[in-house]
C-alpha cells in the first residue's frame, strides 16, 4: 500500500521562493545567512489548516522538520493532536541536539495521548554553520556513528524494561522507559554517504530519500536493497519531491518560474557559496542535478526541474505538470520500489490542497490498474 506523506512548513511559507519580504517574522535561511521574511508565518491557525488539510487531502503522515529557522517539532506534534484524528506525525530529531533518552520520554508522551501516531524522523546533519550554532562540531563521519548509538538506543529504551549501554558518544545506566510507545514505532532515516548507507541499512525502518532523476534513483534503492539483504533486513523507502501544478504543462512550468521571480541574485549566489562548504553528499549531488540542467532551464527529466535548487538545500526537485503528468511519474518511482511517497510545495497549503484533490486519487487510479496499490 503506497502512502503520502508531506511536510508542515514550521519555518514559513509563501508564493515566492527566496524572495526577501517585509512582514514581521524573522527566517534566517541556514543555507545562505541571508535574513528572509516570510509573507505567510508559521501560525498556529495555519499550521492547524496544513494538517487538517493533508488528513483530509488523503495524507498519511506529516513531516515535522527540525532546525534553527523551524518551530519545535515535538511541541508542534504535541499540539495537533486535537486537531487531527488519524494523521500520523513523523517529527524530526537532531542526534546532537537533544539526549536519547530526553527525546524518547518526548516521543513516548505524544505517541500515548495521540493514540500510536508518533514516528521518528533522524536527520544527522544540516548546514554546517548552523551545526555549529547549536554546539555540534563533530565531522561527518562522527556524526554518523553518534547517529547510530542514538537509534540504537531509542530501539532499546521502546522494547526493553531496563538496559545498560557503553559506546562512543552515549553511555547509560539501567535506562528505562515509560510509557513506551504503543507500538514500535517505525525509524525514518535518510543518508548518501558511505557510512549514511550503512547505518540506514543497519538501524533504520524507512529510507529516506530526496527525489532525483529516475536513473539516479534505480541506482540508489537498488543499492540500498542489496545493503539491507546482506544483513538481513527488509526496509521500506520514501522518495520525496516539491509539487509544481498547472492545468496545462505550459502553465506549470510558467508557475514553476514565478516562484523564483523574486529571488534576488544575492540569494543564488550565497546558496551557491554556501553549497561549496557543504559536507552533505545529497545536498551536493543535487547541486550537481541541477548545474547539469543549466542549459535546459534546469529541466534535468520528463516533468522534473531542479530550477528551485538554486535557493533551498535538501528536498529541491520537482515535479512539473499537470495532475495526470505528476501521477504518471510518481508511478514511475513506486514501480522503483518505493511505498512512500513525499510531497509539497509553494505556498504549501493549496499545493497539498490540490495534490488531495487531483494526484493522489488518480495516483491510486494508475496504481489499481496496474495491481501496484
Known amino acids: 500500500m503506497v502512502e503520502f506523506i508531506t511536510m508542515a512548513p514550521t519555518a514559513g511559507d509563501g508564493e ?35 494538517a487538517q488539510a493533508a488528513e483530509k487531502g488523503g495524507f498519511s503522515t506529516i513531516l515535522l522538520p527540525t532546525g534553527a529557522g523551524c518551530l519545535d517539532s515535538l511541541a508542534v506534534a504535541a499540539n495537533l493532536i486535537a486537531y487531527t484524528s488519524k494523521l500520523k506525525f513523523l517529527f524530526a530529531v537532531r542526534p546532537g541536539f537533544i539526549a536519547p533518552t530526553t527525546f524518547a520520554k518526548q516521543f513516548a508522551t505524544v505517541d500515548y495521548w495521540s493514540g500510536g501516531r508518533a514516528l521518528v524522523n533522524i536527520v544527522t546533519g544540516g548546514s554546517p554553520i548552523e551545526l555549529a550554532g547549536e554546539g555540534d562540531f563533530l565531522e561527518h563521519d562522527a556524526r554518523y556513528r553518534r547517529t547510530r548509538e542514538y537509534i540504537q538506543i531509542l530501539k532499546k529504551l521502546f522494547t526493553k524494561d531496563r538496559f545498560d549501554y557503553q559506546g562512543e558518544f552515549f553511555n547509560l545506566k539501567e535506562a528505562s522507559l515509560y510509557p513506551k510507545p504503543l507500538k514500535t514505532p517505525h525509524i525514518y532515516f535518510g543518508g548518501a554517504s558511505e557510512i549514511g548507507k550503512e547505518v540506514a541499512a543497519e538501524e533504520s525502518d524507512v529510507y529516506m530519500m530526496w527525489g532525483e532523476t529516475i536513473e539516479n534513483t534505480k541506482q540508489r534503492i537498488e543499492e540500498m536493497k542489496q545493503l539491507s539483504t546482506k544483513r538481513k533486513r527488509v526496509l521500506s523507502y520514501s522518495v520525496s519531491f516539491q509539487v509544481v501544478l498547472g492545468e496545462t504543462e505550459e502553465a506549470a512550468w510558467e508557475n514553476a518560474e514565478r516562484l523564483l521571480s523574486k529571488a534576488p541574485s544575492s540569494v543564488l549566489q550565497k546558496k551557491g557559496e554556501m553549497t561549496a562548504k557543504e559536507d552533505s553528499v545529497g545536498a551536493k549531488r543535487l547541486h550537481q542535478l541541477m548545474e547539469s540542467g543549466i542549459e535546459k532551464n534546469f529541466k534535468i527529466g520528463p516533468n522534473l526541474w531542479a530550477g528551485l535548487t538554486q535557493v533551498i538545500s535538501g528536498n529541491s526537485i520537482a515535479l512539473v505538470g499537470t495532475s495526470d503528468q ?19 510545495g509553494f505556498p504549501h497549503l493549496e499545493i497539498i490542497e490540490q495534490v488531495g484533490q487531483t494526484v493522489i486519487p488518480k495516483v491510486r487510479e494508475k496504481l489499481a490498474q496496474s495491481q501496484l496499490v
Open 326 to 344: 505528476v501521477a504518471e511519474r510518481i508511478v514511475e518511482y513506486v514501480q522503483l520500489g518505493f511505498d512512500k511517497i513525499l510531497l509539497r
Open 16 to 50: 515566492f521562493v527566496g524572495a526577501v519580504h517585509n512582514s514581521t517574522t524573522k527566517k534566517v535561511n541556514s543555507w545562505t545567512g541571508t535574513d528572509e521574511r516570510s509573507d505567510r508565518p508559521p501560525t498556529h491557525e495555519y499550521i492547524k489548516a496544513v
